[in-house]
Each structure stands twice: as structure tokens, then as C-alpha cells.
């Protein structure tokens, strides 16, 4: 996915300079993958034309150089075009997820129960799929695999009356009601929606839709919307399909808020959804891919550096050390990477890394174990303790992610010591 967009990012970020040329070369090839991923042409062609104008004639802003100006203008326009990050609840709450055959509902329901129990509330599943005996048994399946409570009645037919008696008999934070599929939104399905959501009073309303639908997942959206009034969407399968940007353009520009995303088959392969985070995987992140590169050419064993999970602990002691010894810098200036990006590990001066440690102070254990925790609340309890901008508190993450990345990239989850790994670049 977007592999002609990564590429060419990386060897404009490599080019001397930011001319004319090189910006049109960008253009193109950003065109060709996002048409590829199946984003509207007539988005593609705006979003071409403002990068183009924006690049190539505004002045690039002070401290910045043009390279870095016009790499600064694709992010965000294409950060632009994702929306808004999502804001899950963190309270009790319920949620009805719906939508067609095989989207994901079911596994969706899993995934969401997982995370929530991962933030202390706990889950409840009902089976409202009574369409097949079997769909039961899956969500049954489900439910114990990720500690949920479960309701379910094999030999019901009736999907509203088990909702009824799904929501007596639960005792759970957060109810998720995993509905049938059909082909298509007919009369019945719109229905037997509208009459579970009667029962279930759901405070969500999820659809449930596969990336592969590509720019059809907005039209879907705004069918459900409007037999539903869904309050957000699920796109799952992103990990296997090519149109996963095309979907979720699609859905912002329907108007509907992308909340999760599913990657993968495993009950916690679902993210929050964020569009920085998916324009970096998108465009990838030219300073730490380069540094990759150095170190694979220098022969370096991942296996020496890595073990175990990588923390926010481990991010700590990295970054203390780096301050320590000057050797970021120098590290920096060896490399032909130095600052291309806003956000990167070249930024984190020394002023930064007191922050960052004034940041990590207000932290509770299980958020330097697990930061994957935080979410806005978090965040902003953080912010406030540690008395900086929430603006902070996520670069601070987004640089721990980014490491994270690259140190799973090294060796399959795996641990990295930034100085070992310093050392072996002969610094
Ligand atoms: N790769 C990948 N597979 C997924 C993802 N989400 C679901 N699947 C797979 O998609 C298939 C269908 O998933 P279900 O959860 O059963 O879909 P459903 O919407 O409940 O299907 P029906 O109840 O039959 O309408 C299963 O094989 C899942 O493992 C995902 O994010 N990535
Ligand atoms: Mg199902």
C-alpha cells in the first residue's frame, strides 16, 4: 500500500534541492497511489493542485527550509482529507455495530470488548445475530477469549427480544450488541435495526465496513447514516487491502467519523483512529527509515539490541542517554537525514527531553508499561500535571510510537537500546 508515495518522499527528501521538478514528481506519484487506493479523482486532483500552489509559490515559513516546507504541506493535506482523530469513550456506554455480510461485526464486537477491558471497564457482548445459529457460538467463542461477559440464546429468532433480555441480565461497563449482516440495506435490515436500537438504547452507533470497499464505503455510510443515524465508523481489514484510503477519505467526506480501525485478525488488532499516525504510515518516516538503512548497511545484529517489549521506560532511558552524551547530534550531523521532518527524532533537543521527563513524571506506571492506554482523557490529566500544552504530551507519544516502529522494524517486537545501537554506527 502506497509504496509509490513512500518512495518517492524518501528520494525527494534525499534530492539537493526542492525545485519545480521535483515537486511535480512528488504530485505524480502521490496521484498515481491514491488513485490506486481508490480516493475520489476529483479529491485527488484538488488536493494536487493545492499542494502544487502551496509548495511551489508560498514562501516556505521561517526555520524552515523549502524541502522541508513542502514535505510539511503533503502531510497536512493529506492529514486534511482523513479528519479528525477519533475520541472513544472512556465512560460506560453501549454500542450497536451493524452493517453487511462479513464486514467484521463480529470480530469488531471482540476487539472492542478487549479494549475496553484493557481500560478497566468492563465488557458485555449480546448476540443479536439470530439469523444463523452458529453466529452464537462465534460470539460466544469471542467473548471468552477476550474476558467478556456474554449474552446469547442459540434457538432465538426473535434478535429484539434477546437485546431485551441481553441488557436485564448483563452486569457490564460496556454493552456491545453485534448484530446480523445482509446482503445489502433492505427494507427488513433497516428494520430490525431501527427496532434493537428501540430496546438497546445503544449511546454508538457503529457501521462496520471493509477497507476494500474503497470510496464506496461513503456512499455505504450514508445509507446506514440514514437508516440508522450511525454516530461513527469502523473500517476493518486495512492490513489486507489496498483501498483502506480510498475508505476512509470516503467516509470523512460522508461525513461520518472514522472511530476504529481494524488491522488484522487478532482481538487486538483495532486502533483508535488517527490521521497522523496513518499519513506517517502512509509516507513513512524518511529520517528513521534512512537510519534503518545505515545500520542494515553496516551489518549491525537487531537480535543483540532487541528483547522483550519496548516501554516508555526504555524510551526514557534512551532518550537520558542520548542527552547525556551529545550523541544525537552527532549522530545527526553524520547522517545525510539531519531534520527533514517536524516531528522526528532529530527534534529532541535537550529542552525536550526535560519536558518529556516532566511529562513522563505525571504518568502513572500502567501508562509508562503501556502507553497505548492514553487516550484524550489521559492525555489531558497528563498535560495538566505536568503543567505543558497537550500539544506536547502527544509529540511526546508519537515520538515513543515512531521508536516503538522502528525498533519493531529491527527485530519483531522488539527492544532496542538506542546507544548500543549508536555505537554500532561507530558514534
Ligand atoms: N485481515 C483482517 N481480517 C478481518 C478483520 N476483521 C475481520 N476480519 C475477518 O473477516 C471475516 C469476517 O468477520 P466477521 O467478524 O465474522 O464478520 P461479520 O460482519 O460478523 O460477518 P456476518 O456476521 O456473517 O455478517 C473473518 O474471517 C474475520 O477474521 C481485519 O481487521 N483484518
Ligand atoms: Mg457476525
Redesign the pocket.
Known sequence: MFDRIKESVQKFSRNAVADEEAVEELVNDIQRDLIQADVDIELVQELSDSIRSEALKEEAPEGLTRKEHVLEVVYGKLEALLGEEAEPQQEPHTVLLC??????????AGKIADFYRKRELKPGLIAA?TD?PA?VD?LEQIAGQVGAEFYGEKDADDPVEVVRRGRQELDADVVVV?S??RNSLDAPLREELSEISEVAEPDERYL?TPADLGQSAGSQAEEFADAVDITGVVV?????SAKAGGALIACQKAGSQVEFV????EMH?LEVFDPVSFVEDMLGQPDLESLLEKVEELDADPGELLEGEFTLEDFREQISQVTDTGIMEDMMQQLPIGGQMPDNLADITEQKVGSYETIMESMTEEEMRDPDVIGRDRRERIAHGAGVPEEEVRELLKHFRQTRNMMDKMGSGGRGNMQQMMQKLGL
Open positions: 452493517g453487511l455480510f462479513g464486514a467484521g461485526k463480529t470480530t469488531t445475530d444463523r453466529a462465534q453485534d446480523a449482516g462496520v476493518t481489514k486495512m492490513d489486507s481494524g488491522t488484522g485478525e488488532d
